[in-house]
Structure formats: C-alpha cells, structure tokens
C-alpha cells in the first residue's frame, strides 16, 4: 500500500479541518446535553403553581445565557469556515486575466419609483426622512444635595404615631 504524498499545506488543512470538525462535535453535543436538561426539568420537576422558585429563576437564566454563548459560538466556527470556503471559489473563479468591466445601468420605467440606497448599497428603510435631534452639549449635571448625610426628615415622626395609631384600631 502506498502513501500518499501530502504537501505541508495539505497537512496543515487536514488539521485545521479535523480541529474545527472536533469543535464543531464538541459544541454541538453540549448543545443538545443543555437543551435535554432543561427539557428534562420542564418536563418531570414539579414548579410552584404561580411562579418559579428563585433558585430555578437563576438556574434557568444561568442556562438561558450559556445556550446563548454555545450558540454563538458554534455560529462563528461554522460561519468562518463557510466564508473561508466560498471567498476560495470566488477569489478560484476570478483570473487576473480577465477584465472586469463595469455593471451597465438598467433603464427604468418612467412610472417606476427609484429604490433609494444607504450606504453601503443596502436599502434604506427611512421613508419619512427621520432624523435623531442633536445631542445638547451644553447639559451639565444638577448640584449634589446640600443636606447633611444625618438629616432625618422632620414628618417622619408624625407618621410613626399615624402607623401606631392605626394598628391600635385593627
């Protein structure tokens, strides 16, 4: 049986893609762990009837930001290698050779409105032309209080009796 005989680019892109194909596995697998888990207890764990106990409040967000993360993540790793691979078939279609000439303008319909584009050629989804106002520079903080911190409000002691009153009726 002969050996293939791999260049050291081929080596390192065998690599890179046995790598990314583990992390990809990995992610993925702690994705579906996660999901079933917080199935599981929706499912078979008995929750107040009103509302969550504020322990499983904080396990559920816990779990709701590292889903997130773990999505996120597998987004990015699978994104690059998806843009790595169609900028390889662009930039392979592409010949140096070749002269790229200019889109040519499309006539339009005299009762066709033009579609307007922001910058960058994306569409503008500002119809009304709204603009933010202008930020107002000249605003500055209020004061601090000028109160001393031991200041006790001088009511305070007419709504203690009201309280001890009204407990005395009931």
Known sequence: MKIPDYTVTEIIQLIEAIVWGFVVLVVTLILA???????????????????????????AKMLN??????????????????VSAVAEKIASSLTP?????????????????????AAGGMFDFNFNGFKNPELDEEWR????????????????????????????ES
């Open 141 to 168: 903080a209020p004061p601090p209080p000028t109160t001393p911190e031991d200041h006790l409000d001088p009511s305070r002691e007419d709504i203690a009796h009201e309280r001890a009153a009204a407990k005395g």
């Open 97 to 117: 050779s070749a002269p790229t000439s200019p889109p040519q303008p499309q006539a339009v319909a005299p009762s066709a409105t033009p579609v307007t584009t």
């Open 65 to 82: 930001d590292i889903v997130l993360l773990v999505v996120g993540g597998i987004g990015g790793v699978m994104s690059r290698k998806g």
């Open 33 to 59: 762990g996660i999901v079933a888990f917080m199935l599981y207890s929706l499912a078979y764990v008995t929750q107040p009837l009103k509302s969550m106990a504020p322990m499983d409040q904080a396990f």
